[in-house]
């Protein structure tokens, strides 16, 4: 029946995060006393739930507690910086105004906790916007597993191959095409190259000129 939905990744391509999560992840990595290696360190982190991200960032495995412990205070250090909130990725409000428009159904599917996904999306008044809203919450699997996908599919009753999805980080068109979705990449966190690598059919650097079909 060709693509009937549309879900959003959330940091990255609803909500231009990604600074404030790099400023987190490195005030982290200062309280430990470990100097971040390579200047694109970050990159570990994308898409990821913090709890897994923690241990691949340090290059180290950690039990469970450890883990959630440290992602907890980088979550700490995110709230702060962003406590004044942040900006939309760039026609991405217009975008989701024009698949209104023409009833296609719309969910986020994000790493993100519910807490910081209902603040940062209500905040921008798009939390309204979606049929549906799955976050790390509600799953048991973080991106590149697609379960967050497949469960943000379920929600608006729609099947998996019929959904296009829009994604930032190479974790999440991982958990995406795993899925058995279409994916769209946005370069707000990654390359082209890298995007395309990971399965993109086609990548934006923002909503600006975006429309319905695409």
Not at 44 to 60: D, H, N, Q, Y
Not at 140 to 166: Q, S, T
Request: aromatic share 6%; glycine share 8%; with cysteine.
């Amino acid at each position: 029946m060709g693509t009937r939905a549309v879900i959003f990744d959330m940091d990255g391509v609803l909500v231009d995060s990604n600074a404030h999560h790099r400023g987190a992840w490195r005030a982290l990595l200062d309280e430990l006393g470990v100097a971040p290696a390579p200047p694109e360190f970050w990159r570990l982190t994308i898409g990821r739930p913090s709890t897994e991200a923690v241990p691949l960032l340090l290059g180290r495995a950690m039990d469970a507690p450890e883990a959630r412990r440290l992602a907890d205070r980088k979550l700490e250090h995110y709230r702060r910086l962003a406590r004044h909130g942040l900006p939309a990725v760039r026609g991405v409000a217009r975008f989701i105004d024009e698949l209104a428009s023409q009833s296609v159904p719309c969910a986020v599917a994000t790493s993100a906790t519910r807490f910081d996904t209902d603040r940062l999306l209500g905040r921008l008044g798009l939390l309204d916007r979606f049929a549906a809203v799955v976050s790390a919450d509600d799953v048991r699997r973080g991106k590149p597993d697609p379960e967050v996908y497949l469960l943000a599919a379920r929600a608006i009753g729609i099947e998996p191959l019929d959904c296009l999805v829009f994604e930032d980080s190479v974790a999440g068109v991982q958990a995406a095409r795993r899925a058995g979705m279409r994916v769209i990449g946005v370069t707000t966190a990654h390359s082209e190259t890298e995007l395309r690598a990971a399965g993109v059919e086609r990548v934006v650097e923002d909503f600006a000129g975006v429309t319905w079909p695409t």
